[in-house]
C-alpha cells in the first residue's frame, strides 16, 4: 500500500486483544472445597430442638416401657423384672380390661361429631345470614376450660336441674339420675364431650371447605349442580384429607378421654375410661409397672389405628379441576 511519499507502507494487521483481555479480565475463582463447620451448620440449628425431643419424648418413652416390665411401687428403689406380666393381667383381667368398652361411647359420639360439624361447616361456608355469628357459636365452647364446662353440666345434669326442667316444659315428668345409672352415664359424658369439641371439628372442615377455589363452585352452577351435587362431588374430594385427619382425632381422643369423666364422675357409676384408670392404677394403688404397661397399650393402639386408617384412606392429593 502507498503512502503519500510514494514508499510502500506495511498493511495494519488487527490488534490482537487475547493478551489485554486476560490481563484485563478478573481472575476466575477457583471453587474452595467446603469445611467441615459449613457441613455442621444444619446439625448446629437443630442440635437444641433434638436435645429437647430426646431429653422429653424418647427418653421418657424408654423408661415408660422399662417400667411396663416390672412391679414397682413408685418409691422403692428395688424394680422387680417381671417381664410380659403385667401385659397379660391388661387382658385377662375383666376390671382391667371392660375400660374399652367404655371408648366406645366416646367414638360413637366422635362419629356424631364429625357428621355435625360438617354438616355446619357446608351450611356456613355459602352465603348465610348471620353465619359468623354461628361460627362464634359453634366454636366458643372449644375455647372454654374443660375444668369449667365439668363443673357447669355437673349442674346441667344433677336430679331436677337444668336439663329436667327443660324436659318437663316437653311433658317428661320426675327426676333421672344423668350421673348416677350406669345406662345412662356415659352417653351423659360422650354428650358433653361432643359439644366440647364440636367447634374444633367445625373450624378444621370449614377452613378445608374454604381453600378449594371459588371458580370451581361457579362452573358448577353453570353446569347445574344444586347444593348436593356440589357437596358429593366437590367438597368430600376436596377436603378428603381433613376428614382423614378429624378421624384419626376422633379415635385418639375416645381412647384417651380423661378430663370431663374425672371432673363430673371420677370414674364412679362405670364411667372410668383407660386414662383414668391408668391413674388409679399408679397413684392410688401404686402399682407403677402395671400403670406404665397399660400407657405403653394406649399408645400402641393409637399408632395401630393411624396406621391402618392411612393403609385405608391413603394422603393423596385431590385434583378437582
Do not use: C
Amino acid at each position: 500500500m502507498l503512502d503519500r511519499h510514494g514508499t510502500i507502507a506495511a498493511t495494519p494487521q488487527p490488534a490482537d486483544h487475547t493478551t489485554d483481555d486476560r490481563a484485563i479480565a478478573p481472575p476466575a475463582r477457583r471453587q474452595r472445597p467446603r469445611g467441615v463447620l459449613a457441613r455442621l451448620t444444619p446439625w448446629l440449628f437443630l442440635a437444641v430442638p433434638l436435645a429437647f425431643l430426646v431429653t422429653f419424648t424418647y427418653v421418657p418413652a424408654a423408661n415408660l416401657f422399662y417400667y411396663s416390665l416390672t412391679k414397682w411401687d413408685g418409691f422403692s428403689p428395688e424394680q422387680q423384672f417381671v417381664g410380659q406380666d403385667n401385659y397379660v393381667q391388661l387382658f385377662t383381667r375383666p376390671e382391667l380390661f371392660q375400660v374399652f368398652f367404655v371408648s366406645l361411647f366416646y367414638m360413637a359420639s366422635g362419629v356424631v361429631q364429625m357428621v355435625l360439624a360438617l354438616y355446619f361447616a357446608t351450611v356456613l361456608s355459602f352465603n348465610t345470614r348471620f353465619r359468623n355469628f354461628f361460627k362464634g357459636v359453634l366454636f366458643f365452647p372449644y375455647l372454654i376450660n374443660g375444668v369449667a364446662i365439668g363443673f357447669v353440666f355437673l349442674y346441667f345434669f344433677q336430679p331436677g336441674g337444668t336439663l329436667d326442667s327443660v324436659l318437663r316444659l316437653f311433658g317428661v315428668r320426675g327426676q333421672h339420675l344423668w350421673l348416677g345409672d350406669p345406662d345412662m352415664v356415659n352417653w351423659s359424658l360422650a354428650s358433653v364431650s361432643l359439644w366440647r369439641y364440636l367447634g374444633l371439628n367445625f373450624v378444621l372442615f370449614l377452613g378445608a371447605i374454604q381453600s378449594i377455589p371459588g371458580e370451581i363452585y361457579e362452573a358448577a352452577e353453570i353446569d347445574g349442580a344444586n347444593r348436593w351435587h356440589q357437596f358429593r362431588h366437590l367438597i368430600l374430594p376436596g377436603i378428603r384429607p381433613v376428614i382423614s385427619l378429624s378421624a384419626i382425632l376422633v379415635v385418639s381422643g375416645s381412647l384417651s378421654a380423661f378430663e370431663i369423666p374425672y371432673i363430673m364422675t371420677a370414674g364412679a357409676n362405670g364411667s372410668t375410661t383407660f386414662v383414668i384408670q391408668t391413674i388409679k392404677l399408679a397413684f392410688q394403688f401404686n402399682k407403677v409397672g402395671l400403670a406404665s404397661a397399660a400407657a405403653v397399650v394406649l399408645l400402641a393402639i393409637i399408632l395401630l389405628v393411624t396406621w391402618i386408617q392411612r393403609r385405608i384412606v391413603p394422603d393423596e392429593g385431590v385434583d378437582l379441576v
